[in-house]
């Protein structure tokens, strides 16, 4: 399999892609806390929208913590041979 230098891989784009997903659904349940219980018909906090909440701050550490590992992989990828770890290129 021959893969180009500094393409990014799968991982990336999985990492990315959860990250995003997280973090839609995490404006979704801001803009609209109703769509936890319309879609399941559960409603763990009898209305009060403390469950929603929480919902929200990890949805958005998950898009967070998935955002930092895509950014991670994305800098392994297109990091210049030569050049050290912490280095900005200048």
Known sequence: M????????????????????ALVLMV???VSREWIEFLTGWDPDRGSG?????VVAVLGLVAIGFGIAAR???????????????????
């Not at 403390?50 to 929480?54: I, T």
């Not at 991670?72 to 200048?90: N, T, V």
């Open 72 to 90: 991670s992989e994305w800098r392994r990828r297109h990091q210049r041979p030569g050049l050290a770890k912490w280095s900005d290129g200048a």
């Open 28 to 30: 979704v349940t801001v």
């Open 2 to 21: 021959n893969r180009r230098a500094g393409a990014v891989g799968r991982r990336f784009w999985a990492q990315s892609g959860f990250s995003v997903a």
């Open 50 to 54: 403390s469950f929603e909440w929480v």
